[in-house]
């Protein structure tokens, strides 16, 4: 069994440890401590005479702190240790570790505390095998402080770690030699700053007299704060509340203030997406608009601040296209990888217009629609121009970076996600078929920006009639008469890609789908050949390709059963949308917190557990979404104006469930709904909303 790993984060910086909270570098896991994209930390070892120490327990204080009670040598809960020793580790704009040595017996002891620190400067996107570096280690034992410094031309990294306490440093570490008293302690405080310098240029040091236990006291208001702005979940399942408590949590924690703009906004989820990812930023925040609203406007914002404006190969940039992914590191500034700033998707342009206007239903803010006007524009004029390669009216993808670029373009992104049902990938540029949903959606709402705030009435109809025609067209084409659910994709010359999968799940959501398929649509996704019992899988079971492990194979994932249920629901497939729901419910109640990214295709009745996937992160920001989105969706949130509808529709057992001050442009309101049980004579327990 692999050791557990252990993480404090705060938005992009985040260290992970094995369960003694030692840091060694492991090619399989991103072990050490980061912050935009750089490990600053690579070792971190602390011993006493020489000796490792063994994990007696373990308290997860918020997710920016934890505190180990550890023992020389082998540990047990019986073990007579004569010391034992604590450490509390932080991390904020620094990394903090204050150290406790316990002397258990009735005489002084003396010690010799050791920590052994290194730093490879590493990129995140090279943990496997990262190159070499000339690191420069300055021992400073008079201030208490190691300095490791690396320079490459104008980029700079420098690791500071400063000591409270007497230390003798050495190129590779710090050693204390200690004498504590009889049944005493003694205790040091190291502080480990991280310094950008050059591209990204940022100090992220705080000295050891700058109030560190103020900043954690800060954290913590935050946090608390966080928790009291979002709404309240009154459940009569205590299990549901405390996911609830916990997703907020979780979320919180998944927040970064980036170096261009001021705001706090989602990054992708740890351990390997903790940047900016266009797709996963837009989803979040669509998952979390009754909840947490706050976290739309800097995401639209920083990406229209890094919106297209060229035509270039290497990062697949267009002029229009909203940005995938989003880089501070070494390897994305020297262009080595193209992430620092890359445009690889064809989803996140009209996402980019449907988060926009979804916000303004939602609070009201139409100064930020005026001001986020002409990176609209641009986002729509994409679709049409840049998007439609071949120019029959379709968005489609095709990697021009041949090296680095990524073969699919769209949410399912890995390498053979895009397949028919005999398993065999179609010839590029590719049309996936729920990027034209959004293209569809995208243009609806932005016909309704242009008539209401752009005072472009013209544009307005323009764009409605393109939409109308694009449905029609998309109805035509992908649709699968003989089979009786829409294709997931068109080849260049047409062709149907005709697997069966989660992806016409997104085509309900956009409200493309022709009113006299959605039956169809729907009946397909609650099959026993998608849905596994815990949620729609990604490919059906049946095609070629299926693999109930493989991340876009077979797999379950929260964010896209998210999406999907918000699409049964918009055409009255309420059932459906429960159904997926409750398994997905469970799914977080059996696991518990964060919630998973992805988990195994098996049936329930296989496994009567839901199977965690090595690959999948935890906490991510589109899966700890996606909880609040699927409670939006049961109790039928929606803004009408001034107004918040609800209308409910539970899971059967779920009982009562209340949320209480959600807010919106009705300031605050409260929505309640009941499951339907047998006896129920209505088809709904009665949508209520109570202004606040």
């Given at each position: 069994?692999?050791?557990?790993?252990?993480?404090?984060?705060?938005?992009?910086?985040?260290?992970?440890?094995?369960?003694?909270?030692?840091?060694?570098?492991?090619?399989?896991?991103?072990?050490?401590?980061?912050?935009?994209?750089?490990?600053?930390?690579?070792?971190?070892?602390?011993?006493?005479?020489?000796?490792r120490l063994k994990a007696l327990?373990?308290?997860?204080?918020?997710?920016?702190?934890?505190?180990?009670?550890?023992?020389?040598?082998?540990?047990?809960?019986?073990?007579?240790?004569?010391?034992?020793?604590?450490?509390?580790?932080?991390?904020?704009?620094?990394?903090?570790?204050?150290?406790?040595?316990?002397?258990?017996?009735?005489?002084?002891?003396?010690?010799?505390?050791?920590?052994?620190?290194?730093?490879?400067?590493?990129?995140?996107?090279?943990?496997?095998?990262?190159?070499?570096?000339?690191?420069?280690?300055?021992?400073?034992?008079?201030?208490?402080?190691?300095?490791?410094?690396?320079?490459?031309?104008?980029?700079?990294?420098?690791?500071?770690?400063?000591?409270?306490?007497?230390?003798?440093?050495?190129?590779?570490?710090?050693?204390?030699?200690?004498?504590?008293?009889?049944?005493?302690?003694?205790?040091?405080?190291?502080?480990?700053?991280?310094?950008?310098?050059?591209?990204?240029?940022?100090?992220?040091?705080?000295?050891?007299?700058?109030?560190?236990?103020?900043?954690?006291?800060?954290?913590?208001?935050?946090?608390?704060?966080?928790?009291?702005?979002?709404?309240?979940?009154?459940?009569?399942?205590?299990?549901?509340?405390?996911?609830?408590?916990?997703?907020l949590a979780d979320l919180a924690?998944?927040?970064?203030?980036?170096?261009?703009?001021?705001?706090?906004?989602?990054?992708?989820?740890?351990?390997?997406?903790?940047?900016?990812?266009?797709?996963?930023?837009?989803?979040?925040?669509?998952?979390?608009?009754?909840?947490?609203?706050?976290?739309?406007?800097?995401?639209?914002?920083?990406?229209?601040?890094?919106?297209?404006?060229?035509?270039?190969?290497?990062?697949?940039?267009?002029?229009?296209?909203?940005?995938?992914?989003?880089?501070?590191?070494?390897?994305?500034?020297?262009?080595?990888?193209?992430?620092?700033?890359?445009?690889?998707?064809?989803?996140?342009?009209?996402?980019?217009?449907?988060?926009?206007?979804?916000?303004?239903?939602?609070?009201?803010?139409?100064?930020?629609?005026?001001?986020?006007?002409?990176?609209?524009?641009?986002?729509?004029?994409?679709?049409?121009?840049?998007?439609?390669?071949?120019?029959?009216?379709?968005?489609?993808?095709?990697?021009?970076?041949?090296?680095?670029?990524?073969?699919?373009?769209?949410?399912?992104?890995?390498?053979?996600?895009?397949?028919?049902?005999?398993?065999?990938?179609?010839?590029?540029?590719?049309?996936?078929?729920?990027?034209?949903?959004?293209?569809?959606?995208?243009?609806?709402?932005?016909?309704?920006?242009?008539?209401?705030?752009?005072?472009?009435?013209?544009?307005?109809?323009?764009?409605?009639?393109?939409?109308?025609?694009?449905?029609?067209?998309?109805?035509?084409?992908?649709?699968?008469?003989?089979?009786?659910?829409?294709?997931?994709?068109?080849?260049?010359?047409?062709?149907?890609?005709?697997?069966?999968?989660?992806?016409?799940?997104?085509?309900?959501?956009?409200?493309?789908?022709?009113?006299?398929?959605?039956?169809?649509?729907?009946?397909?996704?609650?099959?026993?050949?998608?849905?596994?019992?815990?949620?729609?899988?990604?490919?059906?079971?049946?095609?070629?390709?299926?693999?109930?492990?493989?991340?876009?194979?077979?797999?379950?994932?929260?964010?896209?059963?998210?999406?999907?249920?918000?699409?049964?629901?918009?055409?009255?497939?309420?059932?459906?949308?429960?159904?997926?729901?409750?398994?997905?419910?469970?799914?977080?109640?059996?696991?518990?917190?964060?919630?998973?990214?992805?988990?195994?295709?098996?049936?329930?009745?296989?496994?009567?557990?839901?199977?965690?996937?090595?690959?999948?992160?935890?906490?991510?920001?589109?899966?700890?979404?996606?909880?609040?989105?699927?409670?939006?969706?049961?109790?039928?949130?929606?803004?009408?104006?001034?107004?918040?509808?609800?209308?409910?529709?539970?899971?059967?057992?779920a009982g009562r469930i209340e949320?209480?001050?959600?807010?919106?442009?009705?300031?605050?309101?409260?929505?309640?709904?009941?499951?339907?049980?047998?006896?129920?004579?209505?088809?709904?327990?009665?949508?209520?909303?109570?202004?606040?």
């Amino acid at each position: 069994m692999k050791q557990e790993l252990v993480n404090v984060l705060t938005g992009n910086s985040f260290a992970v440890s094995d369960a003694q909270g030692d840091m060694t570098p492991d090619p399989l896991a991103p072990i050490g401590l980061f912050s935009f994209d750089t490990r600053f930390l690579s070792r971190w070892v602390l011993t006493i005479d020489g000796k490792r120490l063994k994990a007696l327990s373990r308290d997860e204080m918020t997710y920016f702190e934890t505190r180990f009670v550890l023992v020389p040598g082998a540990a047990s809960h019986y073990v007579d240790a004569d010391v034992s020793v604590i450490r509390h580790r932080s991390i904020d704009d620094s990394f903090n570790e204050r150290i406790v040595v316990l002397n258990h017996s009735a005489e002084p002891a003396d010690y010799t505390v050791r920590m052994e620190i290194a730093s490879d400067f590493a990129d995140t996107a090279e943990i496997k095998e990262p190159r070499e570096r000339r690191i420069v280690a300055v021992p400073m034992s008079a201030e208490g402080q190691l300095r490791l410094t690396y320079q490459r031309e104008r980029f700079g990294r420098e690791t500071v770690v400063s000591s409270t306490a007497p230390v003798e440093v050495d190129p590779d570490g710090m050693t204390f030699r200690i004498r504590v008293p009889p049944n005493g302690s003694w205790t040091t405080d190291l502080n480990i700053g991280m310094v950008l310098r050059g591209a990204g240029a940022r100090d992220l040091r705080s000295s050891l007299e700058a109030h560190r236990e103020q900043v954690r006291r800060d954290m913590r208001e935050d946090l608390r704060r966080w928790h009291e702005r979002a709404p309240k979940l009154v459940a009569e399942h205590d299990g549901l509340r405390a996911a609830y408590e916990g997703t907020l949590a979780d979320l919180a924690a998944l927040r970064y203030t980036p170096l261009s703009i001021r705001g706090k906004l989602p990054v992708g989820g740890l351990p390997w997406a903790m940047a900016l990812y266009g797709r996963d930023a837009l989803i979040t925040c669509l998952e979390t608009l009754p909840f947490t609203p706050e976290l739309a406007p800097p995401t639209l914002r920083l990406l229209a601040l890094g919106q297209g404006g060229r035509l270039d190969d290497h990062r697949e940039e267009e002029p229009g296209k909203i940005v995938a992914e989003y880089r501070y590191g070494e390897n994305a500034v020297f262009g080595e990888s193209p992430t620092y700033l890359h445009y690889s998707a064809a989803d996140t342009t009209p996402l980019f217009v449907i988060l926009l206007d979804e916000y303004e239903r939602w609070s009201g803010d139409a100064d930020l629609v005026r001001e986020l006007r002409h990176p609209a524009r641009m986002a729509l004029d994409w679709i049409d121009e840049y998007g439609d390669i071949l120019g029959d009216g379709y968005v489609r993808y095709q990697r021009r970076n041949t090296r680095t670029g990524l073969e699919n373009q769209c949410w399912k992104n890995s390498p053979g996600a895009i397949v028919d049902a005999e398993g065999r990938a179609p010839a590029l540029p590719r049309a996936v078929c729920e990027v034209q949903g959004y293209a569809y959606d995208a243009k609806r709402r932005g016909a309704r920006l242009a008539r209401e705030f752009w005072d472009d009435p013209v544009y307005a109809d323009r764009l409605e009639r393109e939409a109308a025609e694009l449905k029609a067209r998309f109805n035509r084409d992908f649709w699968l008469p003989h089979r009786e659910y829409y294709a997931l994709a068109l080849g260049p010359d047409g062709e149907p890609v005709d697997a069966l999968a989660s992806n016409m799940g997104h085509l309900l959501w956009s409200g493309i789908v022709a009113e006299q398929h959605a039956e169809a649509v729907a009946r397909h996704l609650l099959g026993p050949r998608l849905f596994s019992g815990w949620g729609v899988r990604t490919l059906a079971d049946g095609q070629r390709a299926y693999n109930p492990v493989g991340a876009h194979l077979g797999s379950v994932w929260p964010s896209d059963n998210a999406i999907i249920a918000a699409g049964l629901r918009r055409y009255g497939c309420d059932e459906a949308a429960a159904r997926i729901a409750a398994g997905i419910f469970d799914v977080v109640q059996m696991l518990g917190n964060p919630v998973p990214e992805v988990i195994a295709g098996y049936h329930r009745d296989l496994t009567r557990f839901p199977v965690q996937l090595p690959h999948a992160g935890r906490p991510q920001s589109w899966s700890s979404g996606a909880l609040l989105m699927l409670l939006g969706t049961v109790l039928g949130l929606a803004p009408c104006g001034e107004n918040l509808l609800v209308n409910p529709a539970l899971p059967r057992g779920a009982g009562r469930i209340e949320l209480l001050d959600v807010p919106g442009r009705w300031g605050h309101a409260d929505a309640y709904g009941r499951d339907r049980t047998p006896g129920d004579r209505d088809s709904h327990p009665g949508p209520a909303a109570r202004p606040r």
